[in-house]
């Protein structure tokens, strides 16, 4: 139970929902699979997996959402060709006379319906975490376009649901060149080894750097040639490793020896509570973190937090 990623979403009102109001709300979309003829099935999941049956697991004031995402796995490669050798069959029938393109299409559907309900099937998660008080979403995806699938699950869910990606004042491209330059890199930070270099005038003009010492000349030639930096490396009181990028998404994160140590500290006499305790310290360190990162880029908290 340790978010490996971050796609941030601003509460822009408050969700005021109890554990067990927001477990009814999320039972009507509970997760479900496929039907024989469909190609995909959306809902949600307990959080806690086999270790509960819950679709909200509430600890420490922050809620744990599992969204699963269900699609039949039936490559178009196949579908091609199952296609092709019965358009080319109704062609013969035809004396060789070229199907037309309409009945060609109803060949290819006709083909996805029989072999459809015999494609496998394949399961994918998605955790979120509502934090109430500090009026933030925060979801363990890498990628905006999953992130963006539990967020419109969770409107459905709710009926309602106004959130956003974080607004940075000034370019978070121009912040993160800043950084890496040398200037005004907030004290709870400092540079990994790491970092992506685009020049914006040039889009194929890419350079990416890991396990490198970032204020070597190599570097910051790049820098002084124009390029600027779309993803940094960063530590957060060496606690947090994780890299920020030109959209504000953290990728990559890992929790220190720091914070591991201080996990295994905690007595669990159960998977549950195991799980349990890793989620409460989890949520506590990224409600620390998150509003710190998103101020090193001119973000305030959101009003009335």
Same mark, same amino acid.
């Given at each position: 139970?340790?978010?490996?990623?971050?796609?941030?979403?601003?509460?822009l009102?408050?969700?005021?929902?109890?554990?067990?109001?927001?477990?009814?709300?999320?039972?009507?979309?509970?997760?479900?699979d496929?039907?024989?003829?469909?190609?995909?099935? =959306?809902g949600?999941a307990?959080?806690?997996?086999?270790?509960?049956?819950q679709?909200?697991h509430?600890a420490?004031g922050?809620?744990?959402?599992c969204?699963c995402?269900?699609?039949?796995?039936?490559?178009?490669?196949?579908?091609?060709?199952?296609?092709?050798?019965?358009?080319?069959?109704?062609?013969?029938?035809?004396?060789?006379?070229?199907l037309?393109?309409?009945?060609?299409q109803?060949?290819?559907?006709?083909i996805?319906?029989?072999?459809?309900p015999?494609?496998?099937?394949r399961?994918?998660?998605?955790w979120?975490?509502? =934090?109430?008080?500090?009026?933030?979403?925060?979801?363990?995806?890498s990628?905006?376009?999953?992130a963006?699938?539990?967020?419109?699950?969770?409107?459905?869910?709710l009926?309602?649901?106004?959130?956003?990606?974080?607004?940075?004042?000034?370019?978070p491209a121009?912040?993160?060149?800043?950084?890496?330059?040398?200037?005004?890199?907030?004290?709870a930070?400092t540079?990994?080894?790491?970092?992506?270099?685009r020049d914006?005038?040039?889009?194929?003009?890419?350079?990416?750097?890991?396990?490198?010492?970032l204020s070597?000349e190599e570097?910051?030639?790049?820098?002084?040639?124009?390029?600027?930096?779309?993803?940094?490396?960063?530590?957060w009181?060496?606690r947090?490793?994780?890299?920020?990028d030109?959209e504000l998404?953290?990728?990559?994160?890992?929790?220190?020896?720091?914070?591991? =140590?201080?996990?295994? =500290?905690?007595a669990?006499?159960?998977?549950?509570?195991?799980f349990?305790?890793d989620?409460?310290?989890?949520?506590?360190e990224?409600?620390r973190?998150?509003?710190?990162?998103l101020?090193?880029?001119?973000?305030?908290?959101?009003?009335?937090?």
């Amino acid at each position: 139970m340790w978010f490996k990623n971050l796609q941030l979403f601003r509460l822009l009102e408050p969700v005021a929902l109890e554990p067990a109001e927001l477990e009814e709300r999320l039972a009507a979309l509970a997760f479900r699979d496929c039907g024989s003829l469909e190609f995909s099935s =959306d809902g949600w999941a307990p959080p806690l997996g086999p270790l509960g049956e819950q679709l909200v697991h509430a600890a420490g004031g922050f809620l744990l959402l599992c969204a699963c995402r269900q699609e039949k796995l039936l490559p178009a490669g196949v579908i091609n060709e199952f296609a092709a050798d019965e358009v080319a069959a109704l062609e013969r029938q035809r004396g060789g006379l070229k199907l037309p393109r309409r009945d060609r299409q109803a060949v290819r559907e006709a083909i996805v319906t029989k072999l459809l309900p015999q494609a496998l099937p394949r399961n994918r998660r998605t955790w979120a975490v509502l =934090d109430q008080r500090g009026g933030w979403l925060w979801v363990d995806s890498s990628t905006p376009a999953r992130a963006e699938e539990l967020v419109t699950l969770l409107r459905e869910a709710l009926g309602s649901l106004k959130a956003a990606p974080p607004q940075a004042p000034l370019g978070p491209a121009t912040m993160l060149t800043r950084w890496l330059g040398g200037d005004g890199l907030p004290g709870a930070f400092t540079l990994g080894d790491a970092c992506e270099l685009r020049d914006p005038t040039d889009k194929g003009r890419v350079v990416r750097c890991r396990g490198m010492d970032l204020s070597s000349e190599e570097v910051q030639g790049h820098l002084a040639s124009g390029m600027q930096a779309v993803r940094l490396a960063l530590l957060w009181h060496d606690r947090l490793a994780f890299s920020v990028d030109a959209e504000l998404a953290v990728r990559g994160l890992q929790f220190t020896d720091i914070v591991r =140590d201080e996990a295994e =500290d905690v007595a669990a006499d159960s998977e549950l509570e195991r799980f349990d305790a890793d989620f409460a310290l989890m949520s506590l360190e990224l409600a620390r973190f998150i509003p710190e990162l998103l101020a090193a880029f001119g973000i305030a908290r959101p009003a009335n937090r």
